[in-house]
T-cell receptor, first 114, second 109 residues
Framework: SAVISQKPSRDICQRGTSLTIQCQVDSQVTMMFWYRQQPGQSLTLIATANQGSEATYESGFVIDKFPISRPNLTFSTLTVSNMSPEDSSIYLC???????????FGAGSRLTVL | GIQVEQSPPDLILQEGANSTLRCNFSDSVNNLQWFHQNPWGQLINLFYIPSGTKQNGRLSATTVATERYSLLYISSSQTTDSGVYFCAVETSGTYKYIFGTGTRLKVLA
């Protein structure tokens, strides 16, 4: 299965700032997904990022707050904009292996907003 | 949208005990996976099991798609089994997985 590297692994940020999370996959994948996990909660899908097209956002998530780039088949970024303490979460990048239905995750980026 | 409920929400076991975790979903699904999230937050894929039964060591899983549930069995639990267990389902044509509510497991030595 694909190996996914995310960075930063963790960060502490100030209210009102923005942070970009990078996701690198060791093989070419069509579909990449960004999830958010708030403290003590399950995972919620933020958006689906396909190369060459705009990301598709889930209900409750908007591009102005969570802009996503997908410049090629192995890389994506998620920016958390104008952060508030409510954005303190683990943000996870995932992919579906080509030709398979199995979802694989990176180690996640743990953000704390003060 | 589809609802995915897991039970129990919390479970405490003594080392060596067995347990059954349940995942109920409200609509037909194409795919289903079980994950273990360790205390460091890493999600590990345990099973891809849209139907039928699979076993991997002390763990096994069964999905009865027609009745809209899946079960994860943990036998002879160990302290390293502690963490949160999630099921995730994909409905037809969506290509995205929706996660269940999770079961938080603590295994005591």
């Amino acid at each position: 299965s694909a190996v996914i590297s995310q960075k930063p692994s963790r960060d502490i940020c100030q209210r009102g700032t923005s942070l970009t999370i990078q996701c690198q996959v060791d093989s070419q994948v069509t579909m990449m997904f960004w999830y958010r996990q708030q403290p003590g909660q399950s995972l919620t899908l933020i958006a689906t990022a396909n190369q060459g097209s705009e990301a598709t956002y889930e209900s409750g998530f908007v591009i102005d707050k969570f802009p996503i780039s997908r410049p090629n088949l192995t890389f994506s970024t998620l920016t958390v904009s104008n952060m508030s303490p409510e954005d303190s979460s683990i943000y996870l990048c995932s992919t579906r292996d080509p030709g398979a239905n199995v979802l694989t995750f990176g180690a996640g980026s743990r953000l704390t907003v003060l | 949208g589809i609802q995915v409920e897991q039970s129990p929400p919390d479970l405490i076991l003594q080392e060596g005990a067995n347990s059954t975790l349940r995942c109920n979903f409200s609509d037909s699904v194409n795919n289903l996976q079980w994950f273990h999230q360790n205390p460091w937050g890493q999600l590990i894929n345990l099973f891809y099991i849209p139907s039928g039964t699979k076993q991997n060591g002390r763990l096994s899983a069964t999905t009865v798609a027609t009745e809209r549930y899946s079960l994860l069995y943990i036998s002879s639990s160990q302290t390293t089994d502690s963490g949160v267990y999630f099921c995730a389902v994909e409905t037809s044509g969506t290509y995205k997985y929706i996660f269940g509510t999770g079961t938080r497991l603590k295994v005591l030595a």
